[in-house]
């Protein structure tokens, strides 16, 4: 068995498979996912799993040097906003924030690895995760 923290052996795999540069996406119970994007569907009802956790999951997990989130998350949910920087903190010293629209960020969507789809109805809580490394 696994020893680490982040038990899912999907997300688990898609990360081990990642090099510099490439994303993760992880949103929320709303987020359309291409039909052409391996999708991880984690959601079973509103809030379960919560975005957070899952992201805390990953972050113990894979090394990020860079996050994108929509601009709108900043006025439609400012306290997931701080939430998600606030986390993201905690397991990196180092990271660059990135805004874009958020019909932007759905298309963008289309060149992660993965998207993770969360019980999470808290709007515009999605982060694309830009992978780093390790040395």
């Known amino acids: 068995m696994k020893k680490g923290f982040l038990l899912n052996s999907e997300i688990s ?4 498979h990642m090099g510099h540069m490439d ?3 992880i949103g929320d119970a709303g987020l359309p996912i291409p039909s052409d ?3 991880i569907d ?3 009802f509103e809030g379960v799993p919560s975005f957070l956790d899952v992201l805390r999951g990953v972050l113990s ?3 990020v040097e ?3 989130l929509a601009e709108e998350i900043k006025k439609a949910s400012p306290d997931m906003h701080a939430r998600i920087i606030k986390l993201v903190e905690e397991f990196e010293d180092e990271f660059s924030v990135t805004y874009v629209s958020h019909e932007e960020f759905k298309r963008r969507t289309r060149e992660s690895k ?3 789809r ?3 109805f808290t709007p515009y809580t999605n982060v694309i995760l830009i992978s780093g490394v390790v040395f």
Do not use: F
């Open 13 to 16: 795999s898609v990360i081990s």
């Open 23 to 25: 994303e993760l996406t």
């Open 37 to 39: 994007t391996y999708r």
């Open 42 to 44: 984690l959601s079973v």
């Open 61 to 63: 997990e894979q090394k």
């Open 66 to 68: 860079g996050i994108v």
């Open 114 to 116: 993965a998207v993770v």
């Open 118 to 120: 969360t019980g999470e």
